[in-house]
Structures are given as structure tokens and as C-alpha cells.
T-cell receptor, first 115, second 113 residues
Framework: AQKITQTQPGMFVQEKEAVTLDCTYD???????LFWYKQPSSGEMIFLIY??????QNATEGRYSLNFQKARKSANLVISASQLGDSAMYFC????????????FGRGTSLIVHP | DSGVTQTPKHLITATGQRVTLRCSPR?????VYWYQQSLDQGLQFLIQ???????AKGNILERFSAQQFPDLHSELNLSSLELGDSALYFC????????????FGEGSRLTVL
């Protein structure tokens, strides 16, 4: 069975600095997708970035990049130039391509950006 | 705005009661997922529908049921409510693209007293 682990319950970062949120996963399926979602205090879940298991390059979306290390089964989210609005819960998730696709979520990391 | 609409946003009810949560997916999305988010369990997958048919089942209690209608909106029915059912219930939809990302609604916060 697939498993997502986020070991950092909380992280703090200074505004304008970069921060890395850790995510490791476990699966025996060779084809999978990794996702990061942001959940602000208002509650909605916002999709940030996607990485496919066969993608050769790390995914980037604006200030978000995904440090994908397949051999280590890690998919860390890097947020560059942190902003106060980045303060939120961040969830790593894993799903599978094709068939019945059921994303599994980690427990999340709370990020607080200090001015 | 994700394009996924959930109602009601907040709901307070008593133990033993029954409630219905409603979800309208993004235009064109055939898949609807329901998730429950609680402090102790995290984000738990409940059930998935695809074009009106149940596709996959997760940790959904027998007291809970769901359906997807011909117009693709979905309802999650929670009955014989217990205190432990208090949670944020998310609906998400997917276009079934290779990236497979889910687009979430704002959630329905259920409080059982």
C-alpha cells in the first residue's frame, strides 16, 4: 500500500527566505504522481504543483519547485522568497496514473512565515 | 476559485441526526471524490464517483452514503451522527488528466453536538 510521510509538523521561515518542506513516500507502483496542496486558515485546499514518476526534470510553478529524488523516494517542496501569505498547512499527496486513482495525503506541515 | 461548489459551508446538528452535503464539480469533470478531514485522522478518502457510478471506496462508514446524479453533482449523506463525525468534509473533482490533480471545494464544516 502507498504511504506518504511528512515528518515536520511545523516550520518557521523569515519573509523573503527560501524554505523546504519534506515529503517521503512509499509505493511499489512504478507509475505514480506526487502533488503538493496548500491549505490556508480559511480551509480550502489549493493545488500547487505536480511531479510524475517518469518526469526527468523537477517540476516548477512560479515560486514553488519540487525536489524529486526518486531513489530516495522523496518529493520535497521548495518555496522561494517566502511571503506572509504563504503561511498555511501544506500537504504532500501521492496518486497513480490510470485505473482507480485515489490520492493519499500526508499529515501536513504547518508553515509560518515571519515578517 | 477552484470551480467546485460545496453547500452548506457550515452545519451544526445533534447526535443521531442525518445531514446531506452537496457538491457541484467543475464544469466537465466526471470524477467526484469525498474526503473527511479531522485533527486526529488527517485527510481521509471516503468515496469516489465517476460519471454516476461508484468507482472506489475508502474509509467510509456504513452510516454514510453517497451518490452522483446525472447532472454530475454529488451528495454525501451522513446518518445517525456521532460526536466523532465532526469534521471538515471536502468534495473534489478531477478531469482525469494524466496529472490527475484534484480541485477541491471549500469544504463543509460539520459540528455534531
Amino acid at each position: 500500500a502507498q504511504k506518504i510521510t511528512q515528518t515536520q509538523p511545523g516550520m518557521f521561515v523569515q519573509e523573503k527566505e527560501a524554505v523546504t518542506l519534506d515529503c517521503t513516500y512509499d509505493t511499489s507502483d512504478p507509475s505514480y504522481g506526487l502533488f503538493w496542496y496548500k491549505q490556508p486558515s480559511s480551509g480550502e485546499m489549493i493545488f500547487l504543483i505536480y511531479q510524475g514518476s517518469y518526469d526527468q526534470q523537477n517540476a516548477t510553478e512560479g515560486r514553488y519547485s519540487l525536489n524529486f529524488q526518486k531513489a530516495r523516494k522523496s518529493a520535497n517542496l521548495v518555496i522561494s522568497a517566502s511571503q506572509l501569505g504563504d503561511s498555511a498547512m501544506y500537504f504532500c499527496a501521492m496518486g497513480f496514473s490510470g485505473g482507480s486513482y485515489i490520492p493519499t495525503f500526508g499529515r501536513g506541515t504547518s508553515l509560518i512565515v515571519h515578517p | 476559485d477552484s470551480g467546485v461548489t460545496q453547500t452548506p459551508k457550515h452545519l451544526i446538528t445533534a447526535t443521531g441526526q442525518r445531514v446531506t452535503l452537496r457538491c457541484s464539480p467543475r464544469s466537465g469533470d466526471l470524477s467526484v471524490y469525498w474526503y473527511q478531514q479531522s485533527l486526529d485522522q488527517g485527510l481521509q478518502f471516503l468515496i469516489q464517483y465517476y460519471n454516476g457510478e461508484e468507482r472506489a471506496k475508502g474509509n467510509i462508514l456504513e452510516r454514510f452514503s453517497a451518490q452522483q446524479f446525472p447532472d454530475l453533482h454529488s451528495e454525501l449523506n451522513l446518518s445517525s451522527l456521532e460526536l466523532g463525525d465532526s469534521a471538515l468534509y471536502f468534495c473534489a473533482s478531477s478531469a482525469g488528466t494524466p496529472t490527475g490533480e484534484l480541485f477541491f471545494g471549500e469544504g463543509s464544516r460539520l459540528t455534531v453536538l
